[in-house]
T-cell receptor, first 115, second 111 residues
Framework: GAGVSQSPSNKVTEKGKDVELRCDPI?????LYWYRQRLGQGLEFLIY????????KSGLPSDRFSAERTGESVSTLTIQRTQQEDSAVYLC?????????????FGPGTRLTVL | GENVEQHPSTLSVQEGDSAVIKCTYS??????FPWYKQELGKGPQLIID?????GEKKDQRIAVTLNKTAKHFSLHITETQPEDSAVYFC??????????FGTGTRLLVSP
């Protein structure tokens, strides 16, 4: 079946502009996660959704970052007034329940470059 | 909170050799330990996982071992092939908390 999809695959923007990144989870998955991966580094947790609520948003680096999710479907990560340090690959993952140790399936990521 | 350390950061082996990647975790309450493989330009993909009630798990050429007393777990790849070349991430999770990832190991398998 279809996996996690993300769009766009690449985004180049100018410093100060706002960007929206989209994630379509696997159908039926109630849990959704956003991560940031800087070049050559590990995965940095940003936010976790269970359904359309976000019980853990502790990883959002600043108030310029926000995310929302529509029901148990698509999620959008928004970065306002982008800075060069926001350049990274943004990965989305989904899992069936989120409440038990269940597998997180990752999308291919969106590579964001802030000039 | 949980902290995961991963070693080595890079690992080069010859085709056919074995590769071992090690991770340690800090929170003894962690009970789930997945390993992900990330190929260039792609998202991480789960290759194997282990839960804290199991000491070892194998899947063909891949195995993971867990030592709860020492709080470390390892990934073993036998008979390595060039297509095993990728970045490997370990992770640990305390129940009801987020998955915490290691910093990754870049594995290069030379023909």
């Amino acid at each position: 079946g279809a996996g996690v999809s993300q769009s766009p695959s690449n985004k180049v923007t100018e410093k100060g502009k706002d960007v929206e990144l989209r994630c379509d989870p696997i159908s039926g998955h109630t849990a959704l996660y956003w991560y940031r991966q800087r070049l050559g580094q590990g995965l940095e947790f940003l936010i976790y959704f269970q359904g359309n609520s976000a019980p853990d948003k502790s990883g959002l680096p600043s108030d310029r970052f926000s995310a929302e999710r529509t029901g148990e479907s698509v999620s959008t990560l928004t970065i306002q007034r982008t800075q060069q340090e926001d350049s990274a690959v943004y990965l989305c993952a989904s899992s069936l329940t989120g409440g038990r140790p269940d597998t997180q399936y990752f999308g291919p990521g969106t590579r964001l470059t802030v000039l | 909170g949980e902290n995961v350390e991963q070693h080595p950061s890079t690992l080069s082996v010859q085709e056919g050799d074995s590769a071992v990647i090690k991770c340690t975790y800090s929170d003894s309450a962690s009970n789930y330990f997945p390993w992900y493989k990330q190929e260039l330009g792609k998202g991480p993909q789960l290759i194997i996982d282990i839960r804290s009630n199991v000491g070892e798990k194998k899947d063909q050429r891949i195995a993971v071992t867990l030592n709860k007393t020492a709080k470390h777990f390892s990934l073993h790849i036998t008979e390595t092939q060039p297509e095993d070349s990728a970045v490997y991430f370990c992770a640990a999770r305390v129940p009801l908390q987020k998955l915490v990832f290691g910093t990754g190991t870049r594995l290069l398998v030379s023909p």
